[in-house]
């Protein structure tokens, strides 16, 4: 594992906590930061509920970058706080091209 140390990982997240696919986000989140990975984690579609979820605040207070798509909370009438960095898509791209890995949920 010490060969991932410092590497970086996307996730875009377009669920909602209820959808499997957030626990299994959550998951790897965990354990790329477990193994010394950088998360940068961008929120989307219906996945900006997510970003006041415990378990995404949790893993942003374990150092991962947490992004979230202005336009998609706005959509959903969702509040823009400091919960998230609140962004459009240059920041996503950003993060597709700048990661090692990229996956989405």
């Known amino acids: 594992m010490a060969e991932l140390r410092g590497r970086k990982l996307g996730v875009l997240l377009t669920v909602a906590p209820a959808h499997p696919g957030f626990r299994q ?3 790897l989140m965990n354990a790329a930061l477990d193994a010394g990975l950088r998360v940068y984690l961008y929120c ?5 509920h997510a970003v006041f979820a415990p378990e995404i605040q949790a893993i942003k207070s374990r150092g991962a970058s947490l992004f979230g798509c202005a336009y998609g909370a706005g959509r959903r ?5 400091e919960s998230a960095a609140w962004s459009g898509l240059t920041i996503l791209a950003d993060v597709i091209g700048s990661t090692d890995r990229f996956v989405s949920f």
């Open 25 to 27: 986000a959550i998951a």
């Open 44 to 48: 989307i579609d219906d996945g900006v």
């Open 77 to 81: 009438n969702i509040a823009l706080d």
